[in-house]
């Protein structure tokens, strides 16, 4: 058998070649023969391929690369394979092959270990000795260098860990040095090795070379002749000037590039063949010298081979990852460690990481035993994830926590620690527990670091709660962070909770962190004194000191006893000498035993004493100790040696001692000694420092004083402040009550802030745009002014829960301060930085429920001052002096207070006080849905083809979404994060931050109603068929339901178990898991369009547009509880609070309700939207309601309780024109809603009697078109005016109204003469009126609900009516309108009846799906028709031999009456909304929500004509003559079509003809008026005359009158200028101008109009001649107007700056600093006032959008977008300083 079976493997060589040399021959001849032996065996291991990396493990979310390099001898795989025996022992030369497992460690075990890292392994031919080529070094690095490069492509810049074993550590090397020499100025792929951040690992890598390398050389040289080559082994000779040199090479390329890591293993064992040589590689060579170092118990072959997880395995781990950590999680750089500073302010602490407490840690040699526990579990990858440390004050918890983080820290696992304390406020405020572990982890972590900023992105902490605070700072930040922490969890650490006040919301902590700790990789250790024992759970871990063995814990106080006090000794030069004695040793153990609280003090207090005094003194403390058995409590030794202490300090000073114990007792923050002595002795100076200074050194032993007496004072151990505040322990003589305390606090914070704000430290009322960093510039406030700043309020507040007594004996001086000094205490607390904890702390006194009335109001108007200027004040602190005072109601105390110390007074437009809307926001569409996140801090709303995300604190928008279809139903979820719509075609899911789209499931259904459940993890949306259940998380489908029976979605659950289905008869509340019915509602009138659940999902609110009522169910039993009346149409939202107390409905009523769920009574009408409040919702605390409305914006309100009512008040509307009598006592102004002119007082802002000039419309609501297609009645959206045009004027239509009825004219009808009119109202009447002369003739009364419908008979004599109370009447016109007859059968609102040609029937159409034949004699019911939809239209044919009727099921339905046959017409989009036949009963008409008229051919069954040309739904057709149709849309036109061209015949439009420019004769006699519709109207105030000018083709911009007033100068948007003679009422003369005006101005003399156009060319004009006098080219002034200063000089405002212009020369002469995109007559946000010299003297005043502006040298009148006049009047002291600056000018 060839010897190859004998000998296959290699190391059994140098076994051979020891054996034969034992035997006597030289080693040499034993070589020799053995080689021929190696000849086979090596033969047998694979050929070595080509150099190349084998990737062994490629996880999806890499971090780093891991590359493994080999060293010489055996090839790859087997280099890494690790072998080990099978079980059974086998001869010593047996000739069969041995049972062997081979463990290739870098594939099965490494992988688990670094499960973020890509492994690869290099490979070469490393045969030393056979078969290898005479590659060297450089090679092998260079293809090394290369294959790196190529599987690096697609993630270059990625962090690298290499391994290289022994020769492959030299291959590592030499590969770098080439990276780092590839730099040059041009780029080179293979730098980027060197660049990255990297880490090297040898393994025994001979940097100095091996003394075993001669000996291989020997043998190479031996087997050369058959193949072999020693061309490695002269590379591994030690020191040899190769190896010199690249090492020196090596450590160049270190020092450059990214961050480089070493770490050096060295074997510790020799190989059994060479254990006269010691090891391959000894520790010298194998160490570079620097980096980490790491001894391996094995040889040197093992090192690079691993059998099993064994303790060297691990320990080679537990090294790698020291070293691999940082390259996957690399510490947060600086920029972003400021970011999240910046970010987090207000909530992180920087005195509340471990290493910031007084106590420090354990003493060494003490708490061993709990110490190794705890950090045990620590390091742990099994067990509990919350560690709760239990015990009594002064046991040492806060010492344990602090050894415990020193340890963690060693281990390289302290993820953060927060310890509380209760003299500093921050530390002990758990609303800051989170954000600081969160920096915390932040700075520690780029990646999470990274995270974090990305949540933070446009998000303020502060306006979070603690879940969401938790879900967005620490759990999705660390579980993006998915690499190992050294293969362990990084522990939080927090200590203290027993020391804070509000134990609610620790206890919410524990919790959440209970709840959540399973979906983070972090563990929590908690120290504390025993607090609740309702935590149940299977990852806590729960130890009590208390319960520890006494033993234990009395030999780890001696041990500390000891040890100090033998400190004490030497000190005293008594060490050795008997002091302290084993029975004093042994009396403070025994009283300190169980608290080392007490063995510290001890020595504290006994060390403090002068060396003198020292034994004297714990003698007094050993004898004054309690007799053992005496106490109950451990505690109460502890107290007792307090009181020594405390009466030691008392009797050397009693009284100071006394004021210092109070005040830090009780303080929010650590008091200085400099704070403590302005606070108690504001007048002593430097004497009352060294008086506080006195009494705190005899504090020493439980208070740290620092030396600087600028820093804080701090107590050491909570338990002292415990002492003080129970007169139980301490006594009345050192009982500090805290109330006394936080009164004497309070009173000297408030006593010294009315002494110091009343400097101008920061500036009085002046240089109000003085920014934020100059203020500070000039500031110093002090510390203890700081202190009474922020924290007075606390101690107030305070003071009211504890004592309400002397709470109000203080009062007096909280009022005195709020009515004298609140403006200053707001410029102080911005320029603290402290703005947002102003807003705070107002809050908490505001909503106090002891606080008085007064104070609560004025804590009220300073928090919402503060919050209207918010973003204002946060740059320019003194703009509370100005702006801030401007904004707020008139009759607000503030506004009392301070608004008569200005030059100028708003004498209109302000609210008379605090409204209960507390902000609008524009979106431009009507608002169909809107939701809040749980936070209630955002708000999402659908508007239009946009979801808009908005944040409610700052009212600004956030994102705008464009989802590919029209949404039909949105969700926001809870966390505010994500959004949901649904549409016609399916669901989409988005990231509200990046807009990025996380989910899309294609239905082929529309989505009715979507929700976000199971903590956002879900969405639940469905269609009137099924409930779908999809995961966002995973991103698939989970759960098709089918619903049971079909039925429209209306709402989900708050926990998507339940939802409202609205069935064809029934509201069924239906399992969102089966889709079975749970209950039926016992509803009579199932017409529901709005339901939403409680949050405890046991109630339902449902409404319906045709029902004014709110209806409340009880789920379980199906029956109504309570119904909610009071609005006046119907009900299109509603939604209940979080605490289901309340519900919020909004209306067609435009009002948006609260009501109280039990009693059903109406508690809040919110009135404020001038149009359908479309959609509500409720935030999560219930104190804000949202609305959206069909007037563009959506509305935040405040809900709570104390404000008043809201009122309707002037100036809700746009207003489109402003003007100011010459005397400037007067302001016109006319509103897009009337049709209007009103006159303002100035002086009394009251509105005198109104012009009535024109009319401004709706879209038309309904209209009737008489039988000789002349006149047409109609009545617009929201009107309770009826008007009658002349059909035949062909574009613009005088108008003559009716004025009579209470509410809204939803009908009319012209009789068959057409004399009269018939129309019907919600106001539930009918009136009949005369044509001709307009009056009214006839009230019809009796209906008991809205009258949908009314039809004349065909002789005039009786009127039919439908109305929502389901009933049909026939009156009889011909007596007084007496009702004939009610037809009663409908079970719906009735919305169409017609009189048949022969007035014996009546045809009627219903919401209840029903159309139905009366007998007009006998009142029944002829025949009946069931449909699939709600009925729209009906008529009859003129022979009456068939019906129509259009449905909202977007068919039309023809009934032959004679044959019994039904046609339907099918074709519409949409409901079809009205149907008419022609009069030879040919044709039928339809209009329909699809905004098509279609005219259809009754023979064929097929349309004729199809007309698009509306641009909404058309909601009126007739057929006046058969080659003619009518049509009247929602557009607001009303147009008549050929039917056989389908051409347009008259286009009647004007129903919106707003005012767009007014004008005042010098004498204000006479008002000119331009109008959007072309003409000019000249009004004579004395005498009513009017007189129109006609020329203009487009809206009217700009009237000027002539200084004589005899002409009048027009610029409209038809690019011209004309001159119209008043008196002549004609045009003069036309000029083009050949742009469009952005801006006119008229001259202080009347003589000159400025023009600017958009390309900022400023032309002057005579008014008198018509002519251009000049023009020159300004700057480009997109958004700008012009104001004139004098006869020479003007303004001119834009986005650009502010520049005052010389009209003479053409020349700018001064100019403003840039105000880059500030609104039209702004500077930095506020407007200026364009009147005489107003760049001097600024008129500030906030801008919510305004729309147009006038002045003169009165005042300024500002017009806002969404509604209102504000009038500012200038008093005559900023006159006269406004004339003196322009004389000096």
Not at 62 to 88: C, E, F, N
Not at 791 to 809: C, D, G, P, T
Not at 830 to 858: P, T
Not at 1253 to 1280: E, L, Q
Request: charged share 25%.
């Amino acid at each position: 058998m060839r010897l190859q079976v004998l000998f296959q493997m290699s190391p059994i060589a140098p076994a051979i070649i020891i054996y034969i040399a034992g035997g006597g021959l030289h080693l040499s001849v034993a070589t020799c023969i053995c080689l021929f032996f190696l000849q086979f065996v090596l033969l047998d291991e694979e050929k070595q391929n080509t150099s190349q990396i084998h990737v062994l493990f490629d996880p999806k979310d890499v971090l780093v690369d891991i590359v493994a390099v080999q060293g010489l001898g055996s090839a790859y795989p087997h280099t890494w394979m690790g072998k080990r025996k099978a079980k059974g022992r086998q001869a010593k030369f047996s000739l069969s092959k041995p049972e062997v497992e081979k463990v290739m460690w870098l594939e099965e075990y490494l992988p688990k270990d670094f499960p973020t890292a890509r492994i690869m392994a290099f490979e070469y031919n490393s045969k030393w000795l056979f078969n290898a080529d005479f590659m060297g070094l450089d090679d092998h690095a260079t293809a090394l260098l290369d294959a790196l490069v190529k599987q690096r492509q697609t993630s270059p810049g990625r962090p690298i860990l290499f391994i290289g074993h022994s020769y492959g550590g030299l291959v590592v090397k030499k590969t770098l040095i080439l990276s780092h020499k590839s730099k040059t100025d041009s780029f080179d792929p293979r730098q980027e090795i060197t660049d990255v951040e990297s880490c090297i690992a040898f393994l025994g890598t001979p940097h100095q070379g091996s003394n075993h390398a001669l000996f291989a050389r020997v043998l190479s040289f031996i087997y050369r002749p058959f193949g072999g080559t020693y061309g490695y082994v002269l590379e591994l000779l030690s020191d040899n000037d190769r190896l010199i040199e690249l090492d020196r090479d090596f450590r160049d390329a270190l020092s450059e590039g990214g961050t480089k890591q070493t770490i050096c293993f060295y074997e510790t064992k020799a190989q059994a063949w060479s254990w006269p040589l010691g090891p391959i590689v000894t520790r010298t060579s194998a160490c570079l010298g620097q980096g980490r170092e790491a001894a391996m118990e094995c040889n040197h072959n093992e090192m690079n081979k691993f059998i099993d997880h064994d303790g060297r395995y691990q320990s080679f781990i537990d090294n790698l990852q020291r070293v691999y950590n940082p390259l996957a999680n690399p510490v947060a750089n600086d920029v972003s460690k400021d970011k999240l500073r910046k970010m987090l302010s207000g909530r992180i602490t920087n005195g509340s990481a471990y290493s910031s407490t007084e106590i420090g840690g354990c003493t060494t040699g003490t708490r061993e035993i709990i110490m190794e526990e705890i950090v045990d579990w620590a390091c742990s990858p099994t067990g509990g994830k919350v560690y709760w440390l239990v015990g009594m004050a002064g046991t040492g918890k806060t010492t344990i926590a602090y050894t415990l983080c020193e340890r963690l820290k060693d281990e390289g696992i302290l993820g953060a620690s927060f310890f509380c304390s209760t003299t500093e406020d921050q530390t002990h405020n758990m609303l800051s527990v989170f954000p600081t572990i969160a920096y915390a982890l932040g700075t520690h972590s780029q990646r999470i670091a990274d995270a974090l900023l990305g949540s933070l992105k446009d998000k303020d902490v502060a306006d979070m709660n603690l879940r969401d605070t938790f879900t967005t700072l620490i759990s999705s930040p660390v579980s993006l962070d998915n690499s190992p922490f050294r293969g362990k969890t990084r522990v939080i650490v927090l200590d203290g909770f027993d020391q804070v006040r509000d134990r609610d919301r620790v206890e919410a902590i524990i919790s959440l962190i209970l709840g959540h700790v399973h979906e983070v990789a972090l563990k929590f250790f908690i120290s504390s004194r025993p607090l609740s024992n309702k935590f149940k759970d299977p990852q806590l871990q729960r130890i009590d000191l208390y319960n520890r063995p006494s033993q234990e814990v009395r030999q780890d106080i001696r041990l500390y006893v000891q040890r100090r006090l033998k400190e004490l000794a030497a000190r005293l030069g008594d060490e050795g000498m008997g002091w302290p004695t084993e029975e004093e040793v042994d009396a403070v153990v025994e009283c300190a035993s169980p608290l080392f609280i007490y063995a510290a003090t001890v020595c504290s207090y006994v060390g403090e004493e002068d060396d003198d005094q020292i034994k004297r003194r714990l003698r007094a403390v050993i004898d004054r100790a309690p007799v053992k058995g005496s106490t109950r409590l451990p505690t109460d030794k502890l107290y007792a040696l307090y009181a020594q202490i405390t009466d030691a300090a008392y009797k050397k000073s009693n009284e100071d001692v006394d004021e210092v114990l109070g005040f830090i007792t009780v303080a929010r923050d650590h008091l200085s000694v400099r704070a403590i002595a302005s606070l108690l002795f504001p007048d002593d100076g430097a004497e009352g420092e060294s008086r506080i200074s006195a009494a705190l050194n005899a504090l020493r032993s439980v208070l740290s004083v620092p030396i600087d007496r600028n820093e804080g004072v701090k107590v050491i151990h909570a338990s002292f402040p415990d002492f003080l505040t129970d007169p139980a322990h301490s006594g009345e003589t050192y009982y500090q009550s805290p109330s006394e305390c936080h009164r004497k606090l309070g009173t000297s914070c408030l006593s010294l802030m009315e002494k110091l704000l009343d400097r101008d430290d920061i500036g009085g009322p002046q240089d109000p745009d003085t920014s934020l960093g100059d203020v500070r510039k000039g500031t110093n406030i002090s510390g203890a002014l700081e202190y009474s700043c922020v924290h007075w309020i606390s101690h107030v507040v305070e003071l009211y829960s504890l004592k309400l007594e002397s709470a109000k004996e203080l009062e007096a001086d909280v009022v005195s301060f709020f009515e004298t000094r609140v403006l200053r205490w707001l410029a102080h607390m911005s320029v603290l930085g402290k703005l947002s904890h102003a807003v705070g702390s107002l809050r908490k006194l505001e909503l106090h429920s002891q606080v008085s009335a007064s104070i609560r109001r004025a804590s009220m108007e300073a928090r919402r001052l503060t919050s209207l200027s918010y973003s204002h004040l946060e740059d320019y602190p003194l703009q509370v002096y100005y702006s801030a005072v401007m904004r707020i109601p008139k009759k607000s105390d503030i506004a009392k207070r301070f608004h008569k110390d200005w030059s100028w007074e708003v004498t209109s437009g302000l609210a008379e006080d605090w409204e209960r809307c507390e902000g609008v926001l524009k979106v431009g569409q009507v608002v169909w849905s809107v939701v809040f996140s749980n936070d209630g801090r955002m708000v999402a709303a659908h508007t239009g083809g946009e979801i808009r995300i908005c944040d409610v604190e700052e009212l600004k928008g956030l994102s705008v979404l464009k989802p590919p279809e029209y949404p039909t139903c949105i969700a926001l979820s809870g966390d505010g994060k994500s959004v949901a719509a649904g549409s016609k075609g399916g669901i989409h899911v988005w990231d509200v931050e990046t807009k990025n789209e996380r989910v899309r499931d294609i239905r082929e259904e529309t989505i009715s109603r979507i929700a976000f459940i199971d903590q956002d993890r879900e969405v639940i949306y469905g269609s009137n068929n099924s409930i779908y259940r999809y995961s966002v998380k995973s991103n698939k489908r989970l759960a098709d339901i089918k619903l049971e029976p079909e039925g429209q979605l209306l709402s989900f659950s708050r926990d998507g178990k339940k939802a409202i289905s609205k069935g064809q008869n029934n509201i069924y509340v239906v399992n969102t898991e089966t889709g079975v019915t749970m209950s039926t509602l016992n509803i009579v009138r199932p017409h529901v369009d709005a339901a939403a659940f409680s949050r405890d999902g046991k109630r339902i609110v449902v409404s319906g547009l045709y029902d004014e009522t709110v209806r409340i169910f009880e789920i379980q039993s199906g029956n109504e509880e309570t119904q909610l009346v009071g609005h006046n149409f119907g009900v299109t939202s509603v939604a209940f609070s979080g605490d289901d107390q309340r519900i919020v409905t909004g209306s067609f009523d435009n009002s948006v309700r609260v009501w109280n769920v039990l009693d059903g009574k109406e508690e809040m009408k919110l009135v404020g939207h001038p149009n359908v409040s479309r959609s509500v919702a409720y935030s999560g605390d219930g104190l804000r309601v949202a609305s959206g409305s069909d007037d563009g914006t959506l509305r935040i309100w405040s809900v709570e309780p104390g404000l008043e009512e809201e009122r309707r008040r002037e100036g809700r509307y746009t207003v489109t024109a402003l003007a100011l009598s010459s005397d400037g006592q007067k302001v016109f102004y006319a509103r897009r809603d009337s049709n209007q002119i009103r006159i303002r007082n100035v002086d009394n802002g009251e509105d005198e009697r109104p012009l009535i000039i024109g009319r401004d419309y709706d879209h038309i609501h309904t209209v009737a078109i008489s039988k000789d297609g002349k006149h047409a009645a109609i009545a617009t959206a929201g009107s309770k005016l009826l008007d009658i045009y002349n059909v035949d004027y062909s574009r613009y239509f005088p108008a003559t109204g009716m004025f009579g009825h209470k509410d809204v004219i939803s009908s009319v009808a012209f009789s068959p003469d057409d004399r009269k009119v018939a129309s019907g109202s919600r106001d539930k009447t009918i009136r009949i009126w005369d044509r001709r002369t307009r009056k009214e003739e006839k009230k019809l009364e009796g209906h008991e609900n809205s009258v949908c419908s009314v039809s004349f008979s065909s002789d005039g004599s009786k009127l039919v009516s439908g109305s929502s109370d389901h009933t049909i009447r026939i009156w009889d016109l011909e007596t007084e309108g007496v009702m004939m007859k009610t037809l009663r059968g409908h079970t719906g609102p009735v919305l169409s009846v017609a009189f048949s040609s022969n007035s014996q029937k009546v045809l009627s159409g219903s919401h209840d799906k029903t159309v139905r034949i009366w007998d007009v004699e006998t009142g029944e019911v002829e025949r009946q028709w069931v449909h699939e939809g709600s009925i729209w239209s009906v008529a009859f044919s003129l022979s009456n031999s068939k019906i129509v009727s259009g449905c909202n099921n977007h068919t039309i339905y023809v009934w032959d009456l004679e044959r019994g046959k039904v046609t339907t017409l099918e074709g519409h989009t949409d409901a079809v909304l009205s149907v008419a036949f022609s009069s030879d009963q040919q044709k039928v008409v339809s209009g329909s929500h699809d905004k098509t008229v279609r005219i259809w051919d009754l023979e064929t069954g097929k349309e004729v004509q199809t007309i698009t040309r509306h641009m909404d739904s058309v909601q009126l057709v007739t057929f006046p003559k058969d080659d003619t149709v009518f049509s009247a849309s929602y557009d607001s036109t009303f147009r008549a079509w050929d039917v056989r061209t389908g051409k347009e015949r008259i286009q009647m439009v004007g129903f919106i003809n707003w005012m767009s420019s007014i004008a005042l004769s010098s004498d204000n006699r006479l008002l000119a008026v331009g109008m959007n519709n072309f003409m000019i109207r000249i009004w004579n105030m004395e005498t009513g005359d009017e007189r129109i000018l006609r020329g203009h083709t487009d809206k009217v911009t700009s009237i000027v009158f002539s200084y004589n007033n005899e002409k009048i100068l027009s610029v409209s948007d038809d690019r011209t200028v004309r001159i119209w003679s008043v008196e002549k009422r004609e045009q003069e003369k036309k000029s083009n101008t050949g742009k469009k005006m952005l801006s006119t101005t008229l001259s202080p003399d009347s003589k000159i109009v400025a023009l600017l156009d958009g390309n900022g060319v400023i032309s002057f004009w005579n008014v008198e001649t018509g002519a251009m006098e000049k023009k020159f080219q300004g700057r480009h002034t997109y958004g700008s107007s012009m104001s004139f200063i004098d006869d020479t000089h003007f303004l001119v405002w834009s986005r650009g700056g502010i520049q005052i212009w010389n009209m003479e020369t053409g020349q700018e002469e001064e100019r403003m600093p840039d105000t880059a995109n500030v609104p039209v007559l702004a500077y930095k946000g506020w407007i200026y006032s364009p009147s005489i010299s107003a760049i001097k003297t600024r008129c500030w005043f906030p801008l919510d959008g305004v729309s147009t502006v006038v002045s003169n040298a009165s005042g300024v009148v500002f017009a806002l977008e969404l509604g209102g006049v504000i009038v500012v009047k200038f008093k005559q002291s900023m006159l006269r300083e406004q004339q003196s600056i322009f004389q000096t000018r």
